[in-house]
């Protein structure tokens, strides 16, 4: 594995103090880990993350953040969750969106996932993912909602003529 070196934009005593007066809890391990390699150069991160009790991608990222951006790197980590560079609307945006086609889906216009796609292909006027829409749905609390699924030969007679005359209970055959 890799060597994890860093660039000199801060001084031992310089990282020493950025976590000492950090108080958001996620970016004072940012400063930890730092701090680490600085204390400790020529390590492996499997070795830095045994130690600080994080996973190793994690020594890694915020290694190679450090290096590319320098001392300012914690003011726009954004690492996981929504990016606003990356989403197509914003959240107020989405949801009138949503709401112009739940009034469709209420006159009975949308009934699938696909009519929704189709919906939002429009409105955007380019292609997206079944991920992009179903995380959607997950964003504005809507659910899957379809009948219970039937066999297309089903007799509803005689299901009702065996919940009538089955028994209670059943019992093991000797």
Not at 26 to 41: D, T
Request: proline share 4%; glycine share 4%; charged share 30%.
């Amino acid at each position: 594995m890799r060597i994890l070196q860093l660039k000199p934009f801060l001084s031992t005593a310089e990282l020493s103090g950025k976590l000492m007066s950090c108080t958001n809890a996620q970016k004072r391990s940012y400063w930890q880990i730092l701090l680490s390699v600085s204390f400790n150069p020529n390590k492996k991160a499997e070795e830095y993350a045994q130690f600080l009790g994080v996973k190793t991608g994690k020594v890694y990222r915020v290694v190679q953040q450090y290096n590319k951006e320098g001392a300012e790197f914690t003011d726009h980590v954004s690492w996981g969750g929504r990016r606003k560079e990356t989403a197509y609307l914003t959240l107020d945006q989405e949801k009138k969106m949503m709401d112009s086609i739940r009034a469709k889906a209420v006159q009975g216009k949308i009934l699938t996932a696909k009519d929704v796609v189709r919906e939002i292909e429009k409105k955007l006027k380019k292609k997206v993912s079944d991920d992009y829409v179903w995380d959607l749905f997950k964003r504005h609390n809507w659910k899957k909602k379809a009948p219970r699924p039937q066999h297309p030969k089903h007799n509803q007679d005689a299901q009702d003529e065996f919940k009538k005359n089955s028994p209670k209970f059943w019992s093991p055959i000797d």
